[in-house]
């Protein structure tokens, strides 16, 4: 749906920052395919020039990032963290792979776009957006916090694992301490 009033949809709500976290498998690599896109002022993820690109954007700026290259047929988890004072990082199975402090560009004109929350499909308005293919990529876990990476790591919403090279997908270990509260009237 359409999320101009809220920071899904527009990063000038979003004064915590934001991050975006999702396992995916490219199966297939095409120029202009979109795998997420909040629109022409929002979030792109999108594959061009055999890359796959992050890009961020606000009216007065943008912050992009090119990922290495990757393989078909191979889960990634792919985070992505903006705040308009830290920039924008990118992590690719828990280890940072690029970052950008953003470039300041002219303000566009107002464009006739939409800024719904798409998974593997563009906007209209989004940069080649009308050139756009759907992903050839299967996505699971897609999630969004309205914070910075680090702030949502340091209360274990994103948990720090390794890679398990012999089985493809990323391992975990976490220790919780359980505190109970009583009354003393109880």
């Known amino acids: 749906g359409e999320h101009s009033n809220s920071c899904l949809g527009n990063l000038l709500k979003c004064y915590h920052g934001y991050t975006g ?38 009216p007065d700026k943008k912050w992009s990032v090119m990922l290495p290259s990757l393989g078909t047929n191979i889960w990634y988890k792919l985070e992505y963290t903006w705040h308009p004072v830290s920039g924008l990082q990118a992590y690719i199975n828990g280890r940072k792979v690029g970052s950008s402090q953003g470039l300041l560009q002219p303000e566009q004109q107002p464009n006739l776009y939409t800024d719904h929350f798409y998974i593997g499909r563009a906007n209209r308005g989004a940069p080649d957006g009308g050139r756009f293919q759907y992903a050839d990529a299967t996505f699971d876990d897609v999630r969004v916090w309205y914070a910075k990476r680090d702030d949502i790591v340091a209360f274990n919403y994103i948990l720090r694992g390794k890679l398990c090279t012999k089985c493809d997908h990323m391992t975990y270990s976490m220790s919780v301490s359980l505190v109970t509260c009583r009354s003393p009237d109880l």
């Open 21 to 58: 976290s999702m396992w995916i498998k490219f199966h297939k690599f095409r120029e202009y395919m979109y795998y997420l896109s909040t629109g022409d002022q929002g979030i792109n993820i999108f594959y061009k020039n055999k890359r796959v690109h992050i890009t961020f954007e606000v």
